[in-house]
């Protein structure tokens, strides 16, 4: 299958910061999404990007399939951002792939 | 109401109890997943389905079953349960062609086996 790697692992932020977490993907992709998922568990679709940029108020992904990388970009960070953020990998609509996660903890 | 459900959204169970997860979709999509995360990881695919008659097994798939009912329903089964399979348990669905391809998550079954 494909190897999909996070980094970092781990990150604390002081509210107002801004952050990059990194997705690397070991082999060709036409499908790449990002997720956070909250405290309660729950997994909410941030982008769905398999080329190019997205920008969704405080957030914005970046992929560059050719080099096999996507970036997420968090900027002015709150509080809530707290969580984990995930990639998810696929190819030609099949199975999917996921990354370890970022841990991310904003403090106030 | 949601697009992707599952039940139940909790579950304690005891060692060699046939357990059964259920899920429905009313997004129309053909695909379905079955997926657990373990605590500090990421998701492992357990089985998918790409229509009613087409299952297939994923990463994880011992000691588990699945039965696709229809095309809104996935259900999941752990015929014999034991300790190391509590985890939290996803259900996904996506569809199929350009710009139909986002995977769409359901809100989890924690399930913890005693």
């Known amino acids: 299958g494909i190897q999909v790697e996070q980094s970092p692992p781990d990150l604390i932020l002081q509210e107002g910061a801004n952050s990059t977490l990194r997705c690397n993907f070991s082999d060709s992709v036409n499908n790449l999404q990002w997720f956070h998922q909250n405290p309660w568990g729950q997994l909410i679709n941030l982008f769905y990007i398999p080329s190019g940029t997205k920008q969704n108020g405080r957030l914005s992904a970046t992929t560059v399939a050719t080099e096999r990388y996507s970036l997420l970009y968090i900027s002015s960070s709150q509080t809530t951002d707290s969580g984990v953020y995930f990639c998810?990998?696929?190819?030609?609509?099949?199975?999917?792939?996921f990354g370890s996660g970022t841990k991310l903890n904003v403090k106030p | 109401d949601a697009d992707v459900t599952q039940t139940p959204r909790n579950r304690i169970t005891k060692t060699g109890k046939r357990i059964m997860l259920e899920c429905s979709q009313t997004?129309?999509?053909?695909?379905m997943y079955w997926y657990r995360q373990d605590p500090g990881l990421g998701l492992r695919l357990i089985y998918y389905?790409?229509?009613?008659?087409?299952?297939n097994k994923g990463e994880i798939s011992d000691g588990y079953s699945v039965s696709r009912q229809a095309q809104a329903k996935f259900s999941l089964s752990l015929e014999s349960a034991i300790p190391n399979q509590t985890a939290l348990y996803f259900c996904a669905t996506n569809g199929q062609g350009a710009g139909a391809n986002e995977q769409f998550f359901g809100p989890g079954t924690r399930l913890t086996v005693l």
């Open positions: 998810a990998v696929g190819y030609n609509f099949n199975k999917f792939y």
């Open positions: 389905s790409f229509d009613v008659k087409d299952i």
């Open positions: 997004k129309g999509h053909d695909r």
